[in-house]
């Protein structure tokens, strides 16, 4: 059975840090590109950022770039997502998500796995 199990998140002060992280298991995830999604209350679920199983081409949606890395840890099947210069509109339920290679990063619809999301919230 495929499963993402994002874990890490919680509350931070605007300003602050936090760090999510996913662990990928069920399958071997060669070849599989890895992206981070956020929700918030509200709203639709929008890309944040996505790394290709090369690991040297990363996209970050416009207003998360400079702030959050994403990287991967190909054998030990993660993906983290480092966070930093939070904003209280980067209050959201973050969800981890994997999809073939070549699949386009930004569009949630070409992801084929889902982990079940963690919250993070930011305080002004």
């Known amino acids: 059975q495929v499963q993402l199990a994002e874990s890490g998140g919680g509350l931070a002060q605007a300003g602050g840090s936090l760090s999510v992280s996913c662990a990928a298991s069920?399958?071997?995830?060669?070849?599989?590109?890895m992206g981070w999604f956020r929700q918030a209350p509200g709203k639709e679920r929008e890309f944040v950022a996505a790394?290709?199983?090369?690991?040297?081409?990363?996209y970050y949606k416009d207003s998360v770039q400079g702030r959050f890395a994403i990287s991967r840890d190909h054998a030990n099947n993660r993906v983290y997502l480092h966070m930093n210069n939070l904003k209280p509109e980067d209050t959201a339920v973050y969800y981890c998500?994997?999809?073939?290679?070549?699949?386009?990063?930004?569009?949630?619809?070409?992801?084929?796995?889902w982990g079940q999301g963690t919250q993070v919230t930011v305080s002004s």
């Open positions: 998500a994997a999809g073939l290679e070549s699949i386009t990063l930004e569009d949630e619809f070409h992801y084929i796995y």
């Open positions: 790394v290709r199983w090369s690991g040297g081409v990363k």
């Open positions: 069920g399958r071997t995830f060669t070849n599989f590109a």
